[in-house]
């Protein structure tokens, strides 16, 4: 397996030009495409996960599933795969790089470090729009947390890195990577947390709800500097109201993000786009002149009043 760094051109083709981010499974490069001269992000595996045989192969062979499982994600709301290679020589996952800012960034810049309602309805919405894509080809992301989600200059929100992604008809225990941990402690469901029973999507709307939570509070529901006081406190302590954090908001809306944040998956919403149903009547509202023109003009604010649909649970 070659080694990575700065200038590296993989298979001809993708230059390495510098690091983004460090995860469980690698590290992800800003890079080029030098053959279509565009700029790409690219997810290589972590070197010390290729060291031992027995590690190699488990590495391998869950790089090769998010390859897979992550290419058949096409929405706007998603961050669209373009190659992937899985050998002996190079392994790497050639994805579209979004420009943009981070959610946490966006929260910090926030007056207070709060979004508006409005604006945070959007963000959930659209990460609602997102997942019910993702729900609907199996898949649960399982690491949600403002550093996973990009919000570009125009509004348009996408999710980011599914390397934690978690096909719900695999039961494979060989693809689950001793000592690693499975999603930020801050917005992990108690589920994912106790790891005593399988992941559905209802996981990732609880982490909808912490989002939601962070945006219009700025922290999130279970805020302490103790991890294991925060995993604790996401097992067993009633979760904190919006007005609870000065927030003042519609009923209908703190009662969303309360269920949102119940202990039991079957006390939260079914699906993706239950929840997308129950935030849209908080959405902005659209300007009648956009609706109206025969051909608008490109709306910065467009993700924002008019978010994509989800799509709909079979």
């Known amino acids: 397996m070659e080694q990575f760094a700065a200038g590296k051109v993989l298979r001809g083709r993708y230059r390495l030009d510098r690091i983004l981010g460090r995860g469980a499974m690698g590290h992800v490069w800003q890079g080029a495409d030098v053959y279509l001269e565009r700029p790409v992000a690219v997810k290589t595996v972590a070197t010390d996960l290729l ?34 290679a899985v050998t002996e020589d190079v392994c790497c996952l050639v994805m579209q790089l979004v420009d943009g800012t981070t959610l946490d960034n966006v929260v ?22 997102g997942l019910s894509a993702a729900h609907a080809a199996g898949l649960v992301h399982r690491d949600l947390k403002p550093q ?24 494979d225990p060989q693809l689950t990577m001793t ?27 609880y982490a909808v709800g912490c989002l939601l939570h962070c945006m219009l509070t700025g922290r999130p529901p279970f805020d302490c500097p103790n991890p294991a006081e925060m995993v604790t406190r996401h097992l067993t302590a009633p979760p904190p109201r919006l007005a609870d954090g000065g927030v003042d908001a519609p009923a209908a809306l703190q009662d969303l993000t309360h269920t949102l944040l119940a202990k039991r998956p079957e006390d939260r919403p079914d699906s993706a786009a239950d929840v997308y149903a129950a935030l849209a009547p908080h959405l902005p509202a659209p300007d009648p002149a956009f609706a109206n023109r025969r051909m608008p003009p490109e709306d910065p604010r467009r993700p924002f009043l008019v978010p994509q649909a989800p799509v709909m649970p079979r």
Do not use: W
């Open 51 to 84: 060291a031992l045989p027995d590690r190699r192969r488990t590495a391998l062979a869950r790089f090769e599933r998010e390859a897979k499982t992550a290419a058949r994600l096409d929405h706007a709301n998603l961050t669209t795969v373009y190659d992937a």
């Open 108 to 129: 910090d810049g926030a007056d207070d470090g709060r979004l508006p309602v409005p604006a945070a309805v959007s963000v959930a919405a659209q990460l609602c729009s």
């Open 148 to 171: 996973n989600v990009m919000v570009r200059t125009s509004g348009l929100v996408k999710i980011l890195d599914f390397g934690l992604v978690k096909v719900l008809s695999d039961a």
């Open 179 to 205: 000592g690693e941990t499975l999603g930020n402690v801050a917005y992990a469901s108690p589920e994912l947390l106790a790891g005593d029973r399988p992941l559905d999507a209802r996981s990732d709307l």
